[in-house]
């Protein structure tokens, strides 16, 4: 089982439209979470970061659920530019440094 | 303006010759990374630092080697270049939190995209 799950896409989506990812991760002593949106090859962007209570910053929502293990991203009123791939990465635990990113879900926002 | 730069962004190269990549940041970051990015997988961290002359390998290490003489610089070298180091490669650094820089946003360079014949 890989560390951190999503589900590739694309999902295509029509402009206007909600839309929902999930992300699962395997490691149970892991303490941070994040999503970041990457535009076609280029460097990674954070979008938000994942906090226990779910935070919301304009149309994206995150939410996270320890107990299932996963976080979930969703996207009110899609536009255009919202087309990107969405990684989720979550640490390895509150002692090590790493990150471990997910291979991202793709999605894209049609007119 | 901060920031991360790396050089070259393109390279094509042969098997054996040897190549660095370069990796400055201007934000005092005490944490820098290399990852490299290949289809239908996520970014895997090759290695990391968490200070000057701190290096810690990351989960696919193998035929890369870093430095990090000075706060602000962290090259990834191939001694030995083969195909299947053919890749995208990103340099990241980010602020420590409670000690720990995984709780921090990645700051990333604009990627070296690495072709080895």
């Known amino acids: 089982r890989k560390e951190v799950e999503q589900d590739p896409g694309p999902f295509n989506v029509p402009e206007g439209a909600t839309v929902a990812f999930n992300c699962t991760y395997s490691n149970s002593a892991s303490q941070s979470f994040f999503w970041y949106r990457q535009d076609c090859r280029k460097e990674p962007k954070l979008l938000m970061s994942?906090?226990?209570?779910?935070n919301e910053d304009g149309r994206f929502t995150a939410q996270l659920n320890r107990a299932s293990q996963y976080i979930s991203l969703l996207i009110r009123d899609s536009k255009l530019s919202d087309s990107a791939t969405y990684l989720c990465?979550?640490?390895?635990?509150?002692?090590?440094?790493?990150?471990?990113w997910g291979a991202g879900t793709k999605l894209i926002i049609k007119p | 303006e901060a920031q991360v730069t790396q050089n070259p962004r393109y390279l094509i190269t042969v098997t054996g010759k040897k190549l660095t990549v370069t990796c400055s940041q201007n934000?005092?970051?005490?944490?820098m990374s290399w990852y490299r990015q290949d289809p239908g997988l996520g970014l895997r961290q090759i290695y990391y630092s968490m200070n000057v002359e701190v290096t810690d390998k990351g989960d696919v290490p193998e035929g890369y080697k870093v430095s990090r003489k000075e706060k602000r610089n962290f090259p990834l070298i191939l001694e030995s270049p083969s195909p299947n180091q053919t890749s995208l490669y990103f340099c990241?650094?980010?602020?420590?939190?409670?000690?720990?820089?995984?709780?921090?946003?990645?700051?990333f360079g604009d990627g070296t995209r690495l072709s080895i014949l």
């Open positions: 934000m005092n970051h005490e944490y």
């Open positions: 990241a650094s980010s602020d420590r939190k409670e000690g720990n820089p995984s709780n921090q946003p990645q700051h």
């Open positions: 994942v906090y226990s209570s779910g």
């Open positions: 990465v979550v640490n390895r635990g509150r002692s090590n440094y790493q990150l471990i």
